[in-house]
T-cell receptor, first 116, second 113 residues
Framework: AQSVTQLGSHVSVSEGALVLLRCNYSSSVPPYLFWYVQYPNQGLQLLLKYTSAATLVKGINGFEAEFKKSETSFHLTKPSAHMSDAAEYFCAVSDRSGGSNYKLTFGKGTLLTVNP | DTAVSQTPKYLVTQMGNDKSIKCEQNLGHDTMYWYKQDSKKFLKIMFSYNNKELIINETVPNRFSPKSPDKAHLNLHINSLELGDSAVYFC????????????FGPGTRLLVL
């Protein structure tokens, strides 16, 4: 069974500071990994994904994540936080058993607040 | 154009009632999903349909019955609503070459009183 652990339910940074949101996964096979963002009262928007190409993945809004197999991690970073980055961030894993369905298993989410 | 849409956006109802949530996607995908987000923001898959066929059913009470009239639609009917059903329900879809990637709707916020 797959699982995702997001360290830190709440991360607070100053505007312009580095953003680091941590995600570790457990999977018996090389997984697909995703980061989604949820703004207040909205749906989930895909930030980026890892599907076994480059281990450093660039996403939207200046975010990137690095897949580290040895550490089973997929941490999300952004060099300089903006006020508009304040949101809930979810890391998710889906397995490659494939067929037609890729069930997503989510972490518990990390709320990012950005202070002026 | 909205890729994955859900109706209604908000739903307030009494315990014991029956309600439905509709989902439509215009992405041409062949797989659709329902997820539940609880009050602590935890997201968990409920169902998945591929080409109108039920593929995933994650130990969801029988009171929940998904229906897929065609590939573009996946509806969720809930019988005898309970207080614990209060949550945000998200529809998602995937398909094509990048079928591992799911696109989510805006969510339906259900409050059972």
């Amino acid at each position: 069974a797959q699982s995702v652990t997001q360290l830190g339910s709440h991360v607070s940074v100053s505007e312009g500071a580095l953003v680091l949101l941590r995600c570790n996964y457990s999977s018996s096979v090389p997984p697909y990994l995703f980061w989604y963002v949820q703004y207040p009262n909205q749906g989930l928007q895909l930030l980026l994904k890892y599907t076994s190409a480059a281990t450093l993945v660039k996403g939207i809004n200046g975010f990137e994540a690095e897949f580290k197999k040895s550490e089973t991690s997929f941490h999300l970073t952004k060099p300089s936080a903006h006020m508009s980055d304040a949101a809930e961030y979810f890391c998710a894993v889906s397995d490659r058993s494939g067929g037609s369905n890729y069930k997503l298993t989510f972490g518990k989410g990390t709320l990012l607040t950005v202070n002026p | 154009d909205t890729a994955v849409s859900q109706t209604p956006k908000y739903l307030v109802t009494q315990m014991g009632n029956d309600k439905s949530i509709k989902c439509e996607q215009n992405l041409g995908h062949d797989t659709m999903y329902w997820y539940k987000q609880d009050s602590k923001k935890f997201l968990k898959i409920m169902f998945s349909y591929n080409n109108k066929e039920l593929i995933i059913n994650e130990t969801v009470p029988n009171r929940f019955s998904p229906k897929s009239p065609d590939k573009a639609h996946l509806n969720l009917h809930i019988n005898s609503l309970e207080l614990g059903d209060s949550a945000v329900y998200f529809c998602a879809s995937s398909g094509g070459i990048l079928r591992e990637t799911q696109y989510f709707g805006p969510g339906t916020r259900l409050l059972v009183l």
